[in-house]
């Protein structure tokens, strides 16, 4: 058994001092270490797969980062694991923890089934993988050995903890509470005015030479990538529903410059808890646009129901600064070049349609992110 501290302190010392993660009690040492510390930042997730693409984007900011999870919520990170970190490269360090181990100390049912494939899942999305350390000794190996991997392959490891390998740590504070926003927008309307395509437009005309834009997955990446290809833009593929998760881990490690992540009604859904996560987080720099046409158009245009949801009342509700709906493209671009306090959420119904002869970015998803990290670093 080992202490909280002395695996942190020996994390802290390679580079990693960004933490995003699900509670396990295996992982209570550590959280209550993290959360007490002024000198590591953790971001409680929302669930698995958002602490994946938190970490991911704090990655691509410039900081080695951890996510952590019970295995029992592996599954939820399969997707961002195999088509956002994977296609991506984008190298984190997972701790998981082992539930059910078989022929291990006796657990709850639901764990049994994975405990038994915890690794070969792991093996499966080719995230190689070692027993956390349970001894002092151990522990600089087990990181230098994750390192090396990252290092070399530009992708995940994981450190796979059991039970009693980490000593009790003293429970931290509670989490402070942010007011929220009194009022959603009070526009009524939801009509559309413009296109996805003239929205991007907007967006792209009225971003500054710092910004960084995350488009999320289908259309949407495809739409930017052809109105302009910039080094300052990231396509995501796959990952779906994680592209404000993303552009979170991003600005709270590039906080000098504005993070626009770009989703899409279908995908916000499927992710909803994520903006509670971001308005906790009260990113001043991110800004978070919501493109809304009602449909799941990348897949052949089947309804989504966000035509019965007011995502300014969520997210006002969550705790965003400030909160909009706009309807024309002219006037999305003069709210972004106005003076914005983020958290920003900003909700903009689109009409459908795609042009027949819509491109696909010729560019990688792997060199998209390494293009992101060169220009980061060339623009700080």
Known sequence: MISAESFIQNAAEKGFNFYSGVPCSYLKPFINFVTGSDQLHYVPAANEGDAIAIAAGAELGGRRAIAMMQNSGLGNAVNPLTSLTYTFNIPILVIVT??????????????????????????????????????????????????????????????????????????????????????????????????????????????????????????????????????????????????????????LTQTQRRVIAIDGDGAALMRLGALATVAYQQPSNLIHILLDNGVHESTGAQPTVSKSVDFTAIAAACGYKQVFRVTDSNALQEILKGSLDGPVFMHVPTVQGVAEDLARPNVTPANVAIRLREWIKKTQ
């Open 98 to 251: 082992l539930r059910g181990e078989p022929d291990g100390p006796a657990d709850e049912p639901q764990h049994e089934l994975m405990g038994k494939i915890t690794t070969s899942m792991l093996e499966s999305m080719e995230v190689p993988w070692r027993y956390f350390p349970t001894e002092e000794k151990d522990v600089p190996l087990a990181l230098n050995e994750a390192i090396t991997h990252m290092d070399k392959t530009n992708r995940p490891f994981a450190l796979v903890m059991k039970k009693g390998s980490v000593e009790a740590w003293p429970h931290a504070a509670k989490l402070a509470a942010h007011p929220r926003t009194a009022n959603a927008c009070n526009e009524e309307s939801y009509s559309a005015n413009a296109t996805r395509m003239e929205m991007l437009q907007a967006i792209q005309k009225a971003s500054t030479p710092t910004d960084v834009l995350l488009a999320t997955t289908g259309f949407t990446g495809r739409e930017l990538f052809t109105a302009s290809d910039e080094s300052n833009q990231l396509y995501m593929v796959g990952s779906m529903g994680c592209i404000s998760s993303l552009g979170l881990g991003l600005a």
